[in-house]
T-cell receptor
């Protein structure tokens, strides 16, 4: 069974530029999550989708972050414009129930 | 407000001995707990979980213990192997029906198993 796929694995941009991350969840998993993990911290939930609807986006900085999950499968997370403090690993996860399965993450560096 | 706390940033043990990783939580609404292992440049990998209706769950070398009254859980690895060296995250969720199981993570504990 294929795991959660994410791309790109690494991205370096300058502040005020925009960036997008892509995630393909495990086949059949209705729930998809995006997390931000800052160095030395645990992952922090940004947004949760159930199929193509948003369940929880209370921690998403909506002035600069946006996410969508068209057709209830793949998802993209966008940051526009990026700030220095957005430097982090962005993790995508999917689940059927309690257990979430994570992709390898995208390491974003904002200069 | 850190609802899930892993107070030991690091732990070092000898190969073959027991590793005990600890986790405390403050939210009494949490009813499901998970441990994840993370290697550098990889995403977290699910290790073991426990529901609040149990006090112990075992899977091979890994055992998780839950003390609800103390709001404390621990992960025991016996025997520890060098390949177990990784960052271990404790996570908690409060089921609200359906698939809405939002996870709250601790900051992680770096385990080093010395040969």
């Amino acid at each position: 069974e294929a795991g959660v796929a994410q791309s790109p694995r690494y991205k370096i941009i300058e502040k005020r530029q925009s960036v997008a991350f892509w995630c393909n969840p495990i086949s059949g998993h209705a729930t998809l999550y995006w997390y931000q993990q800052i160095l030395g911290q645990g992952p922090k939930l940004l947004i949760q989708f159930q199929n193509n609807g948003v369940v929880d986006d209370s921690q998403l900085p909506k002035d600069r972050f946006s996410a969508e999950r068209l057709k209830g499968v793949d998802s993209t997370l966008k940051i526009q414009p990026a700030k220095l403090e957005d430097s982090a690993v962005y993790l995508c996860a999917s689940s059927l129930g309690h257990t979430q399965y994570f992709g390898p993450g995208t390491r974003l560096t904002v200069l | 407000d850190q609802q899930v706390k892993q107070n030991s940033p690091s732990l070092s043990v000898q190969e073959g001995r027991i590793s005990i990783l600890n986790c405390d939580y403050t939210n009494s609404m949490f009813d499901y707990f998970l441990w994840y292992k993370k290697y550098p440049a990889e995403g977290p990998t699910f290790l073991i979980s426990i529901s609040s209706i149990k006090d112990k769950n075992e899977d091979g070398r890994f055992t998780v213990f839950l003390n609800k009254s103390a709001k404390h859980l621990s992960l025991h690895i016996v025997p520890s192997q060098p390949g177990d060296s990784a960052v271990y995250f404790c996570a908690a969720s409060k089921g609200s029906g359906g698939s809405n199981y939002k996870l709250t993570f601790g900051k992680g504990t770096l385990l080093t198993v010395n040969p």
